[in-house]
């Protein structure tokens, strides 16, 4: 006899979780793409069924993950409606890659560089208030690990990251790290936010860092926030795909 777990075929069906996170990703796209606009209902449970070709218990299972993404608000009587983005967890892993992929006009990547700047300038502000002996030749460590790589982009980027890392542990800002590091882990893989970069980026890249850790070794955290905010906003500036330039520009 048949398992009621497989088809007839002996097939294993594709578990409930790993369907529901296809339909979650569509969805979170609509959403983020305006297919649903804020304030318009989602379809009735029963007709995403139909159109997904899933269970009705896997539609309601990926309603509650998209309430919990803040991109629904779910009323008994009443459906299903998306939310403005500004209730959005921009945080989720999905959310903030999914706006990021379909970011055409570059303005998520624009605010996420800004928040990015922010975050990161007060962290280095600290780091100039703790750096010791130590930290401070580790952060030259890893400033010559960029220097050693310029031959290599990748490598030179993921060196690049790895310092701006060093400089958060460094502010001991538990949250502010935490938030930073979302932040970048989910801009780093964008053909958006890589951009184009100009004639001799890196080189130019490296005397920011420079700055930022002469700062941060002379114990003053206000040239330290200075140096690390010129560098994040300038660099993206630099970077900056000219095709999607805003419109004041």
């Not at 379909?102 to 975050?119: I, K």
């Not at 420079?210 to 300038?234: F, Y």
């Given at each position: 006899m048949t398992?009621?777990?497989?088809?007839?075929?002996?097939?294993t069906r594709t578990p409930i979780d790993r369907?529901?996170?296809?339909?979650?990703k569509d969805l979170v796209e609509a959403i983020v793409t305006r297919e649903f606009a804020p304030g318009e209902a989602l379809p009735p449970e029963g007709e995403l069924s139909l159109q997904f070709g899933v269970s009705r218990t896997v539609i309601r299972e990926t309603m509650k993950r998209l309430q919990e993404k803040g991109m629904v608000t779910v009323a008994q009587g009443r459906g299903t409606h998306v939310t403005p983005a500004t209730t959005w967890?921009?945080?989720?892993?999905?959310?903030?890659?999914?706006?990021?992929?379909?970011?055409?006009?570059?303005?998520?990547?624009?605010?996420?560089?800004v928040v990015r700047a922010s975050l990161e300038?007060?962290?280095?502000a600290a780091a100039a208030d703790t750096a010791d002996a130590d930290a401070r030749a580790d952060l030259r460590e890893h400033l010559e690990a960029m220097v050693e790589r310029t031959e290599d982009s990748a490598a030179f980027r993921e060196a690049d990251v790895r310092f701006h890392l060093a400089i958060m542990r460094?502010?001991?800002?538990?949250?502010?790290?935490?938030?930073?590091?979302?932040?970048?882990t989910h801009a780093v893989g964008s053909d958006r936010f890589t951009g184009q970069?100009?004639?001799?980026?890196?080189?130019?890249?490296?005397?920011?860092?420079?700055?930022?850790?002469?700062?941060?070794?002379?114990?003053?955290?206000?040239?330290a926030r200075i140096a690390m905010s010129a560098h994040i906003l300038g660099s993206w500036e630099r970077r900056r795909l000219p095709s999607a330039r805003r419109s004041n520009d």
């Amino acid at each position: 006899m048949t398992s009621p777990a497989e088809p007839a075929s002996g097939r294993t069906r594709t578990p409930i979780d790993r369907i529901g996170v296809t339909v979650l990703k569509d969805l979170v796209e609509a959403i983020v793409t305006r297919e649903f606009a804020p304030g318009e209902a989602l379809p009735p449970e029963g007709e995403l069924s139909l159109q997904f070709g899933v269970s009705r218990t896997v539609i309601r299972e990926t309603m509650k993950r998209l309430q919990e993404k803040g991109m629904v608000t779910v009323a008994q009587g009443r459906g299903t409606h998306v939310t403005p983005a500004t209730t959005w967890n921009v945080l989720d892993p999905l959310v903030l890659s999914t706006m990021i992929g379909n970011d055409s006009t570059l303005g998520v990547l624009d605010e996420l560089s800004v928040v990015r700047a922010s975050l990161e300038a007060a962290m280095a502000a600290a780091a100039a208030d703790t750096a010791d002996a130590d930290a401070r030749a580790d952060l030259r460590e890893h400033l010559e690990a960029m220097v050693e790589r310029t031959e290599d982009s990748a490598a030179f980027r993921e060196a690049d990251v790895r310092f701006h890392l060093a400089i958060m542990r460094l502010s001991q800002n538990g949250l502010a790290e935490n938030i930073a590091r979302v932040l970048i882990t989910h801009a780093v893989g964008s053909d958006r936010f890589t951009g184009q970069d100009p004639s001799h980026a890196f080189e130019l890249t490296i005397a920011e860092h420079e700055s930022i850790v002469e700062a941060i070794a002379a114990g003053d955290p206000e040239a330290a926030r200075i140096a690390m905010s010129a560098h994040i906003l300038g660099s993206w500036e630099r970077r900056r795909l000219p095709s999607a330039r805003r419109s004041n520009d």
